[in-house]
């Protein structure tokens, strides 16, 4: 007997791109489609087809500022931006959440590749340029942080969890270390980076040699030195009660201590089921971890998510 499919084919969806950054030496791999109504895409620029500035001029003389894609294209959209990511960000004529859209799918792109086998320089390259370009947003907009952290979910794999105490350290550095954009920076790619000694051994529940296998991997690929302690000493606790040294207070690089503080968040607030609030998840930390941050940190992060 025949089985009826009751499936409908999916519908195609779409997002919105600026159009800074379309324009490249290639022409781009995907269409771009048009906006006529609020359920209806036409298409504008096919697949393959050169596209120069002088169509996106007549645009934007039209006073278009986007166009859009299937989002079965984003990857390849991504791809294809990831080389003029500041400029895209920079562009005022999109929203700041749409700019945050695509520095999120950007960002997650990297840390994909970042975490799928031991990195190497032009990985990190690509992963320092993105981090440039995201301090250069969180410095200019006001919103930035809470435009990009409300993209932000339950971490889940070593890409994730890198990118959300990448972008967290950053703003609790902003907080706390005053936050110029050399700082920033550092404190993005420290947080991104800090469990890199975890790739190729995700088998292992317990293994607290990562922090020092991943400093080793940094140190080689020629990161700055907070960049590199960060990764080593991210485990250190306040008390004294952290590992590999076992250091406390002051001694524990201020680097590693917004990341560690950060990391142990992520795994507080990714780690509850059922789910918890960012408020709750700060409110179990202080208790379970007593001792462990100090009052500056502890307090710079209840105010980053006020
Ligand atoms: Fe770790
Ligand atoms: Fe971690």
Not at 3 to 24: E, F, H, I, K
Not at 224 to 251: T, Y
Not at 274 to 295: K, N, S, T
Request: hydrophobic share 45%; with cysteine.
């Amino acid at each position: 007997m025949a089985t009826l499919s009751t499936t409908a084919p999916a519908a195609t969806t779409y997002s919105a791109v600026p159009l800074v950054g379309l324009v490249g030496k290639q022409a781009p791999p995907f269409p771009l489609y048009l906006r006529t109504s609020d359920n209806t895409w036409v298409l504008y620029h096919q697949a393959q087809a050169a596209l120069d500035e002088s169509h996106l001029g007549r645009l934007q003389a039209e006073g278009i500022g986007q166009l859009f894609v299937r989002d079965t294209d984003r990857t390849a959209y991504y791809e294809r931006v990831e080389g003029s990511l500041d400029q895209v960000l920079l562009d005022r004529n999109m929203p700041l959440e749409r700019r945050a859209d695509v520095l999120f799918g950007v960002a997650m792109k990297v840390a994909d590749e970042l975490m799928a086998a031991p990195p190497d320089k032009p990985t990190v390259l690509r992963a320092q340029r993105m981090m440039m370009a995201t301090s250069g947003l969180l410095l200019r907009e006001n919103q930035g942080f809470a435009a990009v952290r409300r993209l932000m979910q339950a971490s889940h794999g070593l890409a994730t969890h890198g990118l959300t105490v990448g972008f967290l350290s950053m703003g609790l550095a902003r907080v706390v270390l005053g936050g110029d954009a050399a700082t920033l920076l550092q404190a993005g790619l420290a947080g991104l980076l800090h469990d890199v000694g975890k790739v190729g051994h995700e088998q292992l529940d317990h293994d607290p040699e990562h922090a020092v296998r991943g400093a080793a991997l940094l140190r080689g690929l020629g990161l700055p030195s907070p960049v590199v302690d960060a990764a080593r000493f991210h485990h250190e606790r306040h008390d004294g009660s952290g590992f590999p040294e076992g250091r406390r207070g002051p001694a524990i690089p201020e680097l590693a201590r917004v990341v560690g503080m950060v990391d142990t968040f992520d795994k507080v607030y990714s780690g509850k089921t059922p789910r918890v609030g960012v408020f709750d998840a700060l409110r179990i930390m202080a208790q379970a971890y007593r001792g462990c941050f100090d009052d500056k940190l502890a307090l710079g992060l209840v105010q980053l998510f006020r």
